[in-house]
């Protein structure tokens, strides 16, 4: 007999399962049968999605989730500027071919997937929300990076600036950064700003 | 499955057939093999001309013959309720989902019961994912099942006794069972010769029916509770008929379920989409079946263009001392298939209860 309690699932991976229904879904992909069999099949699943061709990163502003034919960007040199550092939305790239080219322009796009033409309804779903998922893991982990760099940066100021008090008042290291500290209780500024001003004009303000 | 699909092609051709020509059944049986599912389903269409296959159960059968039909462009009608999340443009899903059997037994165990409800399936995909949704409309403002056990179908006999022990331990309201086959008559039986109470501690299910009632006896089924769009015993003008009609061709012993309305239900429709498109290509069919009606044993019934799944009349039925179900809640319209829909959905539907059904909710 196996008896198990209810698996620890993720609170915000059931989150997103139960409510995939409200994910703002857009295609870039000019009218026809592409557009059409995932137009189709994501209303099966009870979503809704957008399109608009050709593919104007303004129309994304505001959406969850892209799907992007990629054919054209190669094809006709269809201009499509992603950003790909800070992308607006996760990125499926349909892919109707697997040559060099193509598979080229999707990995330079970042795409958090590519789905298949002529459309195969089986795996549309997890597709759409395994991509998202991935999607919002790389955006937290952009802003965690974000954080620790400026936390790097700010430490390494903090160093300098310790330096250059003890050598002005001839204290030790340790005695610095309490000068500094006292420095910004006094005037009710923020440590970083009294970093900040000391390694600009050399002393404690 | 196989009685009802034999017993529905005998009437097409008693009708006529299609337009002149007589339906002919090639029966295979793969027992419980997987890959001769697949097997067998391509020697259907490769070998003997067959492009209409009824059948499968399980979903794991159902996937086998699928992947078959898709790639040698064949029609699956499948009978069996299951899980969702699913769609081929090869596949007509006669069976309810859990918009359509779940929901409304959720809804009937919050107004009518406490909030314990243990839950125990059969391990594997179907029943993980019907306990899963279950507890999710259950417990949706917090809380979970005090048990939560699957067990493999080959589970001995003896087991039972320390599972229901164990159940019982827990202080439940309720128990949701989403057992297969001898399982079924195992736990039911079990419980029964344990001499635990339904009035007190109700067996919930999707799957329980009649033929598994014949199998455990009347008394181990008494006042237990499924959901589901048929039971032999619904009242429809159709349904009292084709009953009669199934027995005078099989025997007065022979019982009807809810696969087996399905997949009465489906021959039927195949067969009319057949004379309308006056086709047997598998392409043309589907066409034809896209927004068909027909007016079913339980009601009815519309196979939905969106889905390729099908309108369905949800009942919950209580089983009686005669082995068959009481309907105690009935849909008062037919109810719309959304096979994607997320664990708790949106109220779609209305149950009311059936006119002379007021006596048993005295209870």
């Known amino acids: ?205 | 499955m196989f009685k009802a699909t034999q017993f529905a092609v005998s009437e097409v051709n008693a009708a006529g057939g299609i337009n002149g020509e007589e339906l002919e059944l090639i029966h295979f049986d793969p027992g419980s093999d997987l890959v001769y599912y697949g097997y067998l389903a391509e020697k259907l269409i490769a070998e003997h001309g067959v492009r209409l296959i009824f059948g499968s159960y399980r979903s794991s059968t159902r996937r086998a013959v699928k992947s078959v039909v898709e790639r040698m462009n064949g029609l699956l009608f499948y009978p069996t309720q299951y899980e969702g999340f699913e769609y081929s443009p090869n596949v007509i899903y006669g069976g309810a989902v859990a918009n359509q059997n779940s929901s409304q037994l959720a809804e009937y165990i919050q107004a009518t019961s406490g909030r314990r409800i243990a839950m125990i399936g059969a391990d594997y995909i179907w029943p993980r994912v019907a306990s899963r949704t279950m507890a999710e409309q259950l417990y949706q403002d917090g809380g979970a099942p005090p048990t939560d056990i699957f067990l493999n179908l080959d589970t001995p006999r003896e087991d039972y006794d320390t599972i229901l022990k164990h159940i019982v331990s827990t202080s439940p309201d309720g128990i949701y069972c989403n057992l297969v086959g001898p399982s079924i008559v195992h736990f039911y039986q079990r419980y029964h010769a344990l001499g635990l109470n339904p009035d007190e501690l109700p067996i919930y299910s999707l799957t329980t029916s009649e033929t598994d009632i014949a199998m455990m006896g009347a008394e181990a089924a008494q006042g237990h509770v499924t959901a589901a769009p048929y039971f032999q015993s619904v009242q429809t003008p159709e349904n009292q008929s084709v009953v009669q009609r199934f027995q005078d061709w099989l025997g007065e012993e022979a019982t009807t379920n809810m696969v087996w309305e399905a997949a009465y239900s489906q021959v039927h429709l195949a067969a009319n989409a057949m004379r309308l498109s006056n086709s047997v290509d598998p392409s043309a069919v589907r066409e034809a079946l896209m927004g068909a009606e027909f007016r079913a044993p339980q009601g009815l019934i519309r196979i939905d263009e969106d889905t390729g799944h099908t309108h369905l009349w949800p009942r919950i039925g209580r089983a009686n001392a005669k082995g068959q179900f009481d309907v105690i809640r009935e849909a008062v319209s037919s109810v719309k298939p959304d096979p994607y829909s997320p664990f708790v959905c949106e109220k779609n539907w209305s149950m009311r209860i059936p006119v002379g059904a007021l006596g048993e909710e005295a209870l």
């Open chain 1, 1 to 205: 007999m196996k008896s198990e309690h209810r698996d620890k699932t993720d609170r915000s991976i059931s989150q997103l399962v139960q409510s995939f229904r409200n994910l703002k879904i857009h295609i870039l992909a000019p009218p026809g049968l592409e557009t059409n069999d995932i137009s189709q099949h994501l209303r099966r699943m009870g979503c809704s999605a957008t399109t608009s061709w050709p593919p104007l990163v303004e129309d994304v502003a505001n959406v969850d989730l892209v799907f992007l034919l990629v054919r054209p960007l190669i094809e006709d040199q269809v201009p499509f500027d992603w950003d790909t550092e800070n992308p607006p939305a996760a990125l499926i790239a349909i892919a109707d071919y697997e040559n060099p080219l193509m598979v080229e322009k999707t990995l330079a796009l970042q795409a958090q997937s590519t789905i298949a033409t002529p459309l195969r309804p089986f795996g549309v779903l997890i597709d759409v929300l395994l991509s998202y998922s991935n999607f919002r893991r790389e955006e937290t982990r952009r802003k965690q990076n974000a954080k620790l760099k400026k936390r790097i940066r700010m430490s390494e100021k903090v160093e300098e600036a310790k330096l250059i008090v003890a050598r002005h008042e001839g204290v030790s290291l340790d005695q610095a950064y309490a000068a500094i500290r006292q420095c910004a209780m006094n005037k009710r500024l923020g440590i970083d700003e009294i970093v900040d001003a000391v390694v600009v004009r050399g002393s404690l303000p």
